[in-house]
């Protein structure tokens, strides 16, 4: 099974700015798609961005768009999540995830792509 781990998660003032990495002891990142979802108290996970491993194209939900990057450096086996102009909202643990694929057909980031996950990093975003 591929072990994935996410750091970077810390308390936060809003408007402020988190970097999360997600690595893969043991595994290769790079035969992956990888996303990140976001998992806020009393809903359950959504995805909030993925890079795709077929041709490196990103995706991210209407939510964190612009404001979150996700980006790849297959040499040193990591993904990151550059978030920026954080928000109360964005408040949630943060999951890296591995699948095939980012997406159905036309459609947003699918949870049930990812068949590996990690065991996620808290983000508080607070005034």
């Known amino acids: 099974q591929l072990q994935l781990a996410e750091s970077g998660g810390a308390l936060v003032q809003e408007g402020g700015s988190l970097r999360l990495s997600c690595t893969a002891p043991g595994g290769t990142l790079a035969y992956h798609s990888i996303g990140w979802c976001q998992h806020a108290p009393g809903n359950g996970r959504k995805g909030i961005s993925c890079?795709?491993?077929?041709?490196?194209?990103?995706y991210y939900a209407d939510s964190v768009k612009g404001r979150f990057t996700i980006s790849r450096d297959n040499a040193k086996n990591i993904v990151w999540l550059q978030m920026n102009n954080l928000k109360f909202e964005d408040t949630a643990v943060y999951y890296c995830a591995a699948g095939p694929y980012c997406t159905g057909y036309n459609g947003p980031i699918l949870e049930s792509l990812f068949d590996y996950w990690g065991r996620g990093t808290q983000v508080t975003v607070h005034s």
């Open positions: 890079i795709s491993v077929s041709d490196g194209k990103t």
